[in-house]
Structure formats: structure tokens, C-alpha cells
């Protein structure tokens, strides 16, 4: 007897290459139009339509109506989490692009991960969370120190009430570039919020980089060099107030 449930139709719809790359695509958690998707996936206009109708009915995507446009984005955090994953997997296994694009090394310096920071700055970000003493690492996860709480606040993020969300709090996510975690969870959502906010960084348009302004480099510069007894960068260099 068979249990459980039955994966090779979900695995099936996202081995087909054009739909690996619209799903791809979507993980900078920017809603696109089928036009859009189209160009990505190297497709035309009416083969994208029936790729992107078997992903709405498979609950991969969800689409959005505005006017005359409809908007495709990806259907939540765990669809983001799993192609997260496969990247993983793929980057591990030596299943890479052979002609890597113009924006390969900004993409893995600084990317989108869904809603929240990857690429080598998200896992610096990360580490320097837990030499600093504002991360506590486990090997279940990760946990918010009563320091951290206190920085976080500073710098404009109520972990109180992030914690009483359904999504997790915070969440090691396995960064496919540098084989080392980066924040997730809705703690790493708030934080990339908090760095767009404060003028730190910003998205590059159609694409999942992560451009750093010069005062987010400075001041990222200084912070993640910080010993864990120096003052904590947030009284200098504060996204939330430079």
C-alpha cells in the first residue's frame, strides 16, 4: 500500500524547463505579467498560457487582476521554500547554467530569496547576527537572544509581535551559492524590509539582485566587522533612521 502524498505530478511541472524558469522568475516575490514570463521563459505568448495554467491548477502560482492585466506571482512561502531547495540541490550536484548570465556574480552576491536576503551579504548578515549575540544558533534552528530583541527594536523590527505570526519567526535557509545559511523566516523578511526602507538597498528591476547603495556598504561594512563587544552598529548606523 502506497501513502503519503503523490509527488511526481508537482516534480513533473517543475522539470519542464520554460516552467523551471517562470518559477524561477517569481522567487524575487514580484508579481509578473504572462507577457513578462513569456520573454523569460523563451517561450510564445500561447505556449506560456497553457504552462501557466497547469501551474495555477497545481497551486504553484496564484494570478492577481488588474484591469485588463492579469499578474502571476508564486502561490506562497512553501512553493519558495521548495524551489529554494532544488537550487540547492542542483547547485551541489554541478547542475549549473553552462553560460552563466551578465548578472551571475551580482546575483550571488546579493539576491532575493522570496521575501527575504541570500547570496554571500545575506549569509554575512546571518553570521554576524550570531557572532554578535543577537542570533542564538541551534541545531534545530535559530532563536532571537534578549539582546537581539533589544537590537532588532532598535532598528525598528518588533520581534514580540513578528512571533505571534503563523510563519515562523526566524529560519536558517540554506543559501545554494555559498553553502551556508542565511536568514529567513518572517524575521529575514522584516530585515531586508527594514535595509529597502532605510535607503541601504535596493531591487534590481526584473531580477532577483540585490544592489547595496554606497551608505548600505559603508555602514554594512562597519557593522558585520563589529566584535561581539563593540557597540552595536544600530546606534550609528541605524537603516531605520540614516
Avoid at 128 to 154: K, S, Y
Avoid at 224 to 240: C, E, I, Q
Wanted: aromatic fraction near 6%; include cysteine; proline fraction near 4%.
Amino acid at each position: 500500500m502506497k501513502d503519503g502524498p503523490h509527488i511526481a505530478r508537482i516534480a513533473a511541472l517543475i522539470g519542464d524547463s520554460a516552467r523551471a524558469e517562470v518559477l524561477t522568475a517569481l522567487m524575487a516575490d514580484r508579481a509578473l505579467t504572462a507577457t513578462e514570463l513569456a520573454a523569460v521563459a523563451g517561450v510564445t505568448k500561447q505556449t506560456i498560457s497553457a504552462h501557466l495554467a497547469k501551474l495555477l491548477d497545481a497551486g504553484l502560482l496564484s494570478v492577481e487582476h488588474q484591469g485588463r492585466h492579469r499578474y502571476f506571482r508564486l502561490a506562497d512561502r512553501d512553493v519558495a521554500h521548495l524551489l529554494e531547495s532544488l537550487m540547492n540541490v542542483a547547485f551541489r550536484a554541478g547542475a549549473v547554467r553552462l553560460r552563466s548570465s551578465p548578472r551571475e556574480p551580482a546575483l550571488r552576491r546579493a539576491r532575493m530569496c522570496y521575501d527575504h536576503l541570500a547570496g554571500e551579504v545575506g549569509v554575512q548578515f546571518y553570521e554576524a547576527l550570531v557572532r554578535q549575540g543577537l542570533l542564538h544558533a541551534t541545531p534545530l534552528g535559530a532563536a532571537v537572544t534578549p539582546a537581539g530583541a533589544q537590537w532588532f527594536a532598535q532598528v525598528g523590527i518588533d520581534t514580540t509581535a513578528l512571533a505571534q505570526q503563523r510563519r515562523m519567526l526566524c529560519r536558517p535557509c540554506l543559501d545554494w551559492s555559498e553553502r551556508r545559511h542565511h536568514l529567513g523566516g518572517a524575521l529575514g523578511a522584516a530585515l531586508l524590509q527594514r535595509l529597502f526602507d532605510g535607503g541601504w538597498a535596493r531591487r534590481a528591476q526584473g531580477s532577483r539582485v540585490v544592489h547595496f547603495t554606497a551608505k548600505g556598504e559603508l555602514a554594512l561594512r562597519d557593522w558585520l566587522t563589529a566584535s561581539p563587544d563593540a557597540p552595536r552598529a544600530a546606534t550609528t548606523h541605524d537603516p531605520a533612521r540614516t
